[in-house]
Nanobody, 113 residues
Framework: QVQLVESGGGLVQAGGSLRLSCAAS????????MGWYRQAPGKQRELVAV???????HYPDSVKGRFTISRDNAKNTLYLQMNTLKPEDTAVYYC???????WGQGTLVTVSA
C-alpha cells in the first residue's frame, strides 16, 4: 500500500506557471511508470503525462511542449511543471501509479482568462 499526496495547485492567470508535486509514503523507485491525470467538471479523467523507467515520457498533444513530468526517486516525489497555462487546463490533477489502484486525492488547478 502506498499513499500519494498532491500539492501545488492554485489559482493562476493564463500564461502563468505552476509546479505540482506528488509525495509518496514509500519508495517510488519500485514503480516503473507513474502519471499525472486531470479531471475537469463534467468531463472524464484524462492522462496528462506519464514517466516510464529512467525517464521516458509521454504527453498528449494538448499539453505537449508546455508540461514536463519528472520524478525524484530519492525524495519519493513525482512532479509536474506546467507552463503557459490556459483556461482549459483548469481541473483537479491527480497522480497515479500506472497499473495499480493507487491514486492521490487530487489538487485543484484553476486558470483564469
Amino acid at each position: 500500500q502506498v499513499q500519494l499526496v498532491e500539492s501545488g495547485g492554485g489559482l493562476v492567470q493564463a500564461g502563468g506557471s505552476l509546479r505540482l508535486s506528488c509525495a509518496a509514503s514509500g519508495s517510488i523507485f519500485r514503480f516503473n511508470a507513474m502519471g499525472w491525470y486531470r479531471q475537469a467538471p463534467g468531463k472524464q479523467r484524462e492522462l496528462v503525462a506519464v514517466i516510464i523507467g529512467l525517464g521516458g515520457t509521454h504527453y498528449p498533444d494538448s499539453v505537449k511542449g508546455r508540461f514536463t513530468i519528472s520524478r525524484d526517486n530519492a525524495k519519493n516525489t513525482l512532479y509536474l511543471q506546467m507552463n503557459t497555462l490556459k483556461p482549459e487546463d483548469t481541473a483537479v490533477y491527480y497522480c497515479h501509479v500506472e497499473g495499480s489502484g493507487f491514486w492521490g486525492q487530487g489538487t485543484l488547478v484553476t486558470v483564469s482568462a
